[in-house]
């Protein structure tokens, strides 16, 4: 009793080192309602998702997505490969069917439901979820590519695995693919897999130089540095494009020499870039990528489908390149084919009724997925019954019909022949006939590089297909804007008295001087409606661009070696123009547009001849005057690939 009056105090020190203890055995946090692996329940799904790590002969695995349908038995695979993220192309808004799930190829997905198909989606190496090291358009194995392996080896790879480890398959195979992912398409025909039964390259980039995305005949198309940026910083595609200016006209002027804008956003760090910059010319980096020439050196053996947009603001040469280096291969008719319609890239497997201001009266990329895809592959992944399809699939613009041809060009590319030169005249006349002594020699204007002409009306929105950018259809827009301006020259005819038709690549015969040492010179071939059309008022006085590019004048003695211009000589030009299936309708005109600018899609020339362009100073920009010559013995001209209206087909 002698300490009890401590008792209560030692009381509350227990209690108080049991309530300290009982907060040190408490949890640090609440446990997480998340499971360590979420099982997604997919009974009631219509197909099984498999997501695949599939190796390669070198050790690097690609990551590949296979969407299966529910019971599917002796099914055929439908392959694509890219570089534009395989989960994201299928992983489209949340439902328990197939066809929704699929994006990027969305309204091909009809077609892959209602055929059955195994739907497999791939990374390339290097992108996204894929092992490996990422290169632009990887070239063959060969001088541009020592190691083992290429994109024609994983395609061989890949389909050896699919068709080992689905037993769903029916072994039999197809790669279909737009743009990037055709030349992957392409690629797969270089050295094809037994199981690969058919081709489908869209849109394919074909000839990066010539004609496709990073050059059309020299002339770089600046506005795709976003691209080069965005694809090649990061392997997930994480670094986005930035820009200061709304109107990217203000920004490409703003930023300089190409060059000097590329060092502003760090693109020297991007290998590609520094191999564009070091290839300014169409030397043997250029050739021998060229899928045409490739596939032109090899046997033919896997049917292809070849699909051209005749409105393609990227890839537009390509599709038609391959077409002509591999017909001759195609010994027996039943190879290779050809489908051409009134599309923008990729619109094929879009909606095909109108494409800007233009109406075909029926969805023209529904008519060919029904009518040409879906029998061509049906033949050769399922052994059905021959397609029936003629050599030629071609959407004719103009009269708004869809053709079978027996070949293509129905006329014979760069032949002049009567009735198809069309000659530039004094008093910027288009005509028949060749200009006469008496005529005035020459139209002339002034090129100034601090003004040049924009290719679409101000603002240029960037290249792009998010919603609301109309960069897609660019080459419908009407050309107006231009024909107006004091430094492009318009050439018209007289109404036409019956309808015209052109059936392959017109050629521009330009002869031209410069009072300076290089020069652009860009050609439009244009269909000039008439002052009123009463069925669809905004198209009265529209100029349709029907088929236009540009020349580098540096390449004209040689596309390998780029030599001076020398001032004031009248020298000839001559480059093909992109395809065309248009008829100029009675009432309408021909027009031929002349310019040396077409910015920012295409980069200033400077004017001054300086070795690489990209790495041109501000003082070797200077205005010139450029003379268009129509005289006799310089005479400017296109030739137009005109064919009797009887020979179009059905």
Not at 241 to 255: E, I, K, P, R, V
Not at 302 to 311: Q, Y
Request: hydrophobic share 40%; proline share 8%.
């Amino acid at each position: 009793m002698r300490f009890s009056f401590l008792r209560p105090i030692l009381n509350a020190i227990l209690l108080l080192a049991c309530g300290l203890g009982l907060r040190a055995q408490a949890p640090t946090a609440l446990p997480s309602e998340m499971p360590a692996e979420f099982k997604v329940a997919t009974g009631t799904w219509d197909y099984a998702r498999r997501e695949v790590m599939i190796p390669m002969r070198d050790g690097v695995k690609l990551k590949t997505i296979i969407l299966v349908p529910r019971g599917a038995q002796g099914a055929p695979i439908l392959l694509t490969r890219t570089p534009y993220n395989a989960v994201e192309l299928t992983s489209h808004a949340g439902s328990s069917h197939l066809g929704p799930v699929l994006q990027g190829y969305d309204n091909v997905s009809d077609l892959i439901v209602e055929g059955g198909y195994i739907r497999v989606v791939q990374d390339i190496r290097g992108k996204f979820g894929s092992e490996g090291d990422y290169v632009m358009t990887r070239p063959l194995r060969g001088p541009l590519n020592p190691t083992a392996v290429d994109h024609a080896t994983d395609t061989w790879d890949t389909l050896d695995w699919l068709v080992k480890n689905l037993p769903e398959s029916n072994g039999r195979a197809a790669i279909l693919g737009i743009s990037y992912d055709g030349f992957l398409a392409l690629m797969a025909l270089v050295e094809p897999h037994p199981a690969l039964k058919a081709a489908v390259p869209m849109n394919p980039m074909v000839d990066g130089w010539r004609g496709d995305d990073w050059f059309h005949n020299g002339a770089f198309r600046a506005q795709n540095l976003s691209y080069i940026y965005e694809q090649l910083a990061s392997r997930g595609n994480d670094h986005k494009w930035w820009t200061s200016h709304f109107d990217d006209y203000n920004l490409y002027l703003q930023g300089g020499a190409t060059g000097e804008m590329a060092r502003r956003y760090g693109m020297e760090q991007l290998a590609f870039w520094r191999k564009i910059v070091e290839h300014p010319t169409y030397d043997t980096f250029w050739q021998q990528q060229a899928m045409d020439r490739i596939l032109a050196a090899r046997p033919l053996v896997v049917p292809t489908l070849l699909v051209h947009s005749l409105f393609d603001a990227e890839d537009i040469y390509g599709a038609v390149a391959v077409w002509k280096a591999l017909k001759p291969k195609d010994r027996t008719g039943d190879l290779l084919f050809l489908a051409m319609g009134p599309w923008n890239h990729g619109g094929q497997i879009g909606e095909g009724s109108t494409l800007g201001p233009l109406r075909f009266s029926q969805d023209t990329a529904l008519q060919f997925r029904r009518e040409v895809l879906k029998p061509f592959l049906d033949q050769h992944l399922k052994g059905g019954s021959p397609s029936g399809l003629p050599p030629v699939s071609a959407f004719e613009t103009g009269t708004n019909t869809w053709r079978k041809l027996p070949g293509w060009p129905l006329a014979g590319e760069g032949t002049a022949r009567p009735g198809t030169v069309y000659h530039l005249g004094a008093g910027l006349t288009v005509s028949a006939e060749a200009p006469k002594a008496a005529s005035a020699p020459f139209d002339e204007y002034v090129s100034d590089p601090a003004k040049p002409i924009p290719f679409r009306a101000r603002p240029v929105q960037p290249v792009g297909y998010d919603k609301g950018l109309t960069w897609p259809q660019w080459l419908t827009d009407d050309q107006r804007e231009a024909s107006g301006r004091t430094d492009v020259l318009a050439f018209v005819s007289e109404p036409l008295k019956a309808p015209l038709r052109i059936s392959g690549e017109p050629m521009a015969n330009l002869v031209a001087s410069t009072t300076g040492t290089d020069a652009d010179w860009v050609v439009k071939v244009i269909d000039v409606h008439p002052d009123e059309v009463p069925s669809q008022p905004g198209l009265g006085g529209f100029q349709q661009m029907v088929s236009a590019d540009i020349f580098r004048g540096r390449y004209r003695e040689s596309l390998e070696k780029a030599v001076p211009i020398k001032p004031g000589d009248a020298l000839r030009y001559r480059f093909a123009l992109p395809t065309a299936n248009h008829v100029f309708l009675p009432g309408h005109r021909i027009m031929v547009q002349v310019q040396s600018s077409w910015f920012p899609l295409y980069e200033r020339n400077p004017q001054t001849f300086v070795p690489n362009i990209f790495l041109a100073q501000p003082a070797d920009y200077r205005s010139a005057t450029q003379r268009i010559w129509h005289a006799p013995g310089k005479d400017s001209f296109v030739e137009l690939p005109v064919v009797p209206l009887a020979a179009t087909g059905k």
